[in-house]
Nanobody, 111 residues
Framework: QVQLVESGGGLVQAGGSLRLACAAS????????MAWYRQAPGKAREFVAI???????LYLNAVKGRFTVSRDNNTHTLYLQMNNRKPEDTAIYYC?????WGQGTLVNVSS
């Protein structure tokens, strides 16, 4: 049974930093892409960043240069370092691997 558990969300002031983590369990993920998505209030869920199993990364244009996605295959953990946060980054952030989703962690950025 694959499980994804996000953590690290909270309230942060604009310009601040926060790091999210997604602990994955149930199988090895070293050969699998892992991604972050987010859903802001009243909006559809959108892609944020992906960590490819070959080492590539891709980002939503709005977060390029501010967010960094990384992974630790030894601990099966996906990270999202978020710097220079903006109020529009307020959302529930979800981890996704294959067809599986975590329960999400809320990030609230105050202006």
């Amino acid at each position: 049974q694959v499980q994804l558990v996000e953590s690290g969300g909270g309230l942060v002031q604009a310009g601040g930093s926060l790091r999210l983590a997604c602990a994955a369990s149930g199988r090895s993920f070293s050969d699998t892409n892992m991604a972050w998505y987010r859903q802001a209030p009243g909006k559809a869920r959108e892609f944020v960043a992906i960590s490819g199993y070959l080492g590539t990364t891709l980002y939503l244009n709005a977060v390029k240069g501010r967010f960094t996605v990384s992974r630790d295959n030894n601990t099966h953990t996906l990270y999202l370092q978020m710097n220079n946060r903006k109020p529009e980054d307020t959302a529930i952030y979800y981890c996704s691997v294959l067809e599986f989703w975590g329960q999400g962690t809320l990030v609230n950025v105050s202006s």
